[in-house]
């Protein structure tokens, strides 16, 4: 699966990004956060999912990851699985994708995400998904384009030729 801002795939129809200022927070430093989403790219997949990558002083702060289907679809999605197999429940809801080198715990940011994720947020989250969907499918060639064809040993009138 590869990701890419949502911007850069559907241009202005992409919500704007998200920021905060953060004050006074004994678990977050000073600073404006800012949140980019990122959507799958592959036409092929439905994974249904984002990766957020959350930046504050021009510094990769923390990467969630977030699918809003419920586990059944997950583990229906990759193919059935072993129901004890943990990977599927990082794929429905928040989990932690990368945690960067920074004073900042993994769970502080995933607690700030899940503080600040509404409905309006899920809801433009998944038609942005939509969006880049639509944009990154292959395109199918009409069938009234499809070549005429031709058939074997027409005689061919051009240049004054008459080949068979």
């Known amino acids: 699966m590869n990701f890419a801002p949502a911007e850069s795939?559907?241009?202005?129809?992409?919500?704007?990004?998200?920021?905060?200022e953060i004050i006074g927070?004994?678990?977050?430093?000073?600073?404006?956060?800012?949140?980019?989403?990122l959507y799958c790219t592959d036409p092929e997949c439905d994974c249904r999912k984002i990766i957020m990558e959350i930046v504050s002083e021009n510094e990769l702060v923390g990467q969630i990851h977030y699918g809003w289907e419920s586990v059944e679809y997950y583990r229906k999605w990759m193919g059935g699985g072993d129901p004890s197999d943990t990977m599927v429940d990082d794929m429905a809801g928040l989990s932690n994708a990368f945690s960067?080198?920074?004073?900042?715990p993994s769970d502080v940011i995933l607690d700030l995400v899940g503080g600040l994720l509404d409905e309006t947020w899920i809801q433009k989250i998944k038609e942005n998904y939509a969006l880049v969907k639509a944009a990154t499918k292959k395109p199918q060639r009409p069938s009234n384009l499809s070549r005429p064809?031709?058939?074997r040993n027409k005689k061919f009138k051009g240049a004054g030729s008459t080949r068979k």
């Open 25 to 37: 927070n004994p678990s977050l430093p000073h600073g404006i956060y800012y949140f980019f989403d």
């Open 100 to 104: 960067p080198v920074t004073d900042i």
């Open 149 to 151: 064809r031709l058939k």
């Open 9 to 20: 795939i559907i241009g202005n129809k992409a919500h704007p990004m998200r920021s905060l």
